[in-house]
């Protein structure tokens, strides 16, 4: 399921880069490509027993990787996450909920933002939320309510106007574009969504 | 199509490391690479002195890992193009450089750089953390980014961190510096990405943009050409706006190439920076003119002014050796 | 309709005497403007000294009047945009840092300069010549125009008439370096002339062109776009043709960027020209990766080796102050 | 006469800039403008009493403004050409000869320059053999005949290949463009004829 999520991600470089070209400096696409090369690598490299080792071992690359803000913030989701994954073999509904959730408050903490200043938190709060809620239905349900809630989070940034990062000096400039790191949260819940389904059928 | 930018690389994804080894060469023996990760530091850093680390993304050379070296920093970390350095690369540098007086991280006011410097930070070496805010494009002071005049900071830093015993002493006088750096940017046209080849922004063939950023963040406001002094004449008043000097004050002056802008020009911008300050009745210590902290192949130029006194003077006059900046 | 460079200058046809002062400004208070003419020396000549004049056409900043500084040149003479100084000019310059004991004119080997200099020396003091023809592109020697070669030249004579007593002794050190310099230069796209607002020549947006000189004149060939690592191959293999260097023996080198060219590009040609250095077995006494003599914002570089031996290298390794070249 | 021809060259700029691009580097044209405009200022602040004075001060002033190779051999065209006019008070046909005669030897031996070189010589000699031959006729005739004259070895640069100035290392990617020099001089004795007829209507 990684190894298709890290495909996807390298897929979207362009899409990311037209992002950030529009409100940051232009390297998110190349940042993401390369972060998910990273874990890739780290992949194919070992075996993961659980699946918390698994997102860490993710996040760690992520954080290695990338460089600039999102290295940090994404590879502290996929680290944060894993708080409450102790002993989960797979990644089911509980599990989903539990990794989005735990990520949400990790990447809080470390990037002191809040929802509303226009980053990926405001598309993965309302994935988090959605996923909570979904924690009793099946995975690919629960993936698919966490997908839409996140890209309605992603679309609802181009009405903001950015507070942090790169974007913030923009001002209203930043207005009509959604910020790339919500785009990036999007893709990546909808991979995995994607994979859910195709592996489901 | 998206025009791209014209230039010599060899694999664009490999440009950070193989542009480093390059560097490394060019210190001529005073620096060394280190094992494994994007980072360098001096060969001879004393026993017993504070350690000055300054990074950021790459893509702006010779900033910052241009000014390593005696009487300035001790080592630099290196993110991709335009990328914050991960905390790996930044804690490895601060491993190389520390002698147990501790180390003052110095480099801009970014999103990026903060998370990974701040996550190096927590890894038990008794670390300060001073940011460079000196574009007075961004409105108030916390929201300002490191531009140029970082290297007048990086100048004052490494002077202090080369004298003075503590690490207190060292934030104390590199805090003074840092409130006196005022800067202010105008692009003419945007650097591309090696990875991507695409420029960072698009501005119209007459069009240049004041107080744009480094990375091409958004400036104050775009404009027709004008000429060289009807342009330094408002970007003086920005600063002189923010910072108001008195008559018989002193400055230290830095006019900055970001790339493609030619000497040629550069002077031409001096001649007239120095002017005003000569009617503003204040006193201009010394003026460097040159390309220190470049975006790629982006034209345009920013002016910063250090205003200094005694103290801040003794550390700007000391020597310096390194590959982007030189003086004796 | 012809594209024209976006440039901030005042009026383009005064950017020669703005671009002076702005440059006298950046010496901050070592070198002087002559009066009336665009020339300049420096302030602090010793009596009894031999005089070192460099000079030629404006655009190529910080060449040649960048060189002017303690074991430097003593003063320059500036010609407008590509187009040699005029005699008065020169002969002004020669009369300010005379000091009795004779001036070496040395500068690039172009039919307009030699005219003007020549007329200039014809008016009594003791002047003795030698003509930078470092560009291995051009054919027979006679025929070889100087490139950035010529900065390693005049380090050396700067060093030499700081040094030696007579003319006769500076002209034969130089002469000594000028036959072990080479260079080679490479050009993506051209450079302007700020009158007129166009580019010198036009290549297409994947052709390179290997050689060519430093005013657009034609190289030896055009090609696709390569990589760096391709490309340094084949300018060292016109190198090295020229001036085999046997295992063990020492050179300075010289990554000079034609303007517009990224620091970034410098380093890792650097690195590949070090590789190829060390793979025949040849020394590095000291790299030096820099837009020191460029072409206004021409997108290109150069490679310059100079072959040293004990005596040159006593006055390589001269600290020197200049604008564009400061070493300790 | 002179205040025609600095007014008329001052108005070549552009063609001569492009003959210069062509072959060489871009300047002639400026120069050329630069120096004219010197001319004229030259003489609007002067009064000469004879030709030679007036041709020395106006090669001077081409020597002094121009700046690159064609500041030295135009002004020097101009100065050594009045090496026999001591006396001559206006330009008529002996003067016409004896100035470009004296002027070519004057640039041939500064430039060490031959004809075939591919430089304004090429020019230049024709013209001053048309006017040597022309001395009796009266002066728009002899003009009219150094003008063809310079204009076809200007011509003829075209099939030469440049060996000195900038031009010289294009070898054979000079052929086919006339010399920027050259063309310059045909221009010259044209703007002096074309004031002799205008004058003479
Ligand atoms: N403090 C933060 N908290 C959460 N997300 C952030 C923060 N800062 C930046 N981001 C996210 O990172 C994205 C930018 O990533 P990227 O372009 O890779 O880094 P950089 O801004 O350093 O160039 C933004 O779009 C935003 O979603
Ligand atoms: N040695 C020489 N003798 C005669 N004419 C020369 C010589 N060198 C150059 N020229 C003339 O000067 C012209 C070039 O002038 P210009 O472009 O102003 O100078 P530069 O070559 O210095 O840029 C050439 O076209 C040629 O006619
Ligand atoms: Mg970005
Ligand atoms: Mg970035
Ligand atoms: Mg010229
Ligand atoms: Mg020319």
Known sequence: ?201 | MVRKAKKIFNDPRNVVPEMLDGLVAAYNGRVKKLDGVNAMARVDIPAGKVALLIGGGSGHEPAYHGFVGDNMADGAALGNVFAAPTPDIILEATRAIHRGKGVLYLYGNYAGDILNFDMAAEEGIEVRTLLVRDDVACGPVENRRGIAGAMLAVKIAGGAAATLDTLDDVVRVTSRALENIRSISVALYAGSIPETGEFTFELADDEIEIGMGVHGEAGVWREKMVSTDTLVDRMMEFILRDMPLQRGEEVCVLINGAGSTTAMELLIANRRVLQVLAENGVTVHECVVGSLFTTQEMAGFSISLMRVDDELKRYYDMPIRSFGWTKW
Request: hydrophobic share 45%; with cysteine.
């Open chain 1, 1 to 201: 399921m990684l190894l298709y999520l890290c495909e996807q991600m390298i897929g979207h470089t362009d899409t990311l880069t037209q992002a950030d070209k529009a409100i940051g400096d232009g390297d998110h696409g190349i940042g993401m490509a390369r972060g998910f090369e990273a874990v890739r690598l780290k992949l194919e490299g070992g075996s993961f027993a659980a699946l918390d080792e698994l997102f860490k071992a993710a996040g760690m690359a992520l954080i290695t990787s990338v460089g600039g803000a999102s290295g940090i913030i994404f590879g502290t989701w996929f680290r944060g996450g894993t708080k409450n994954l102790a002993g989960a073999a797979t990644l089911d509904s509980p599990a989903l909920s539990a990794w989005l959730v735990d990520g949400l408050a990790a990447v809080k903490e470390r990037g002191k933002t809040k929802p509303g200043d226009k980053t990926m938190v405001d598309a993965l709060e309302p994935a988090a939320a959605a996923a909570e809620q979904a924690a009793a239905a099946p995975l690919d349900e629960a993936l698919a309510a966490a997908t839409e809630a996140a890209r309605l989070g992603m679309e609802a940034t181009k009405d903001m106007v950015a507070s942090m990062g790169r974007a913030k000096t923009l001002g209203e400039r930043s207005l009509g574009h959604p910020d790339p790191g919500a785009v990036s949260t999007y893709l990546i819940l909808r991979s995995l969504w994607e994979y859910t389904e195709k592996s489901g059928e």
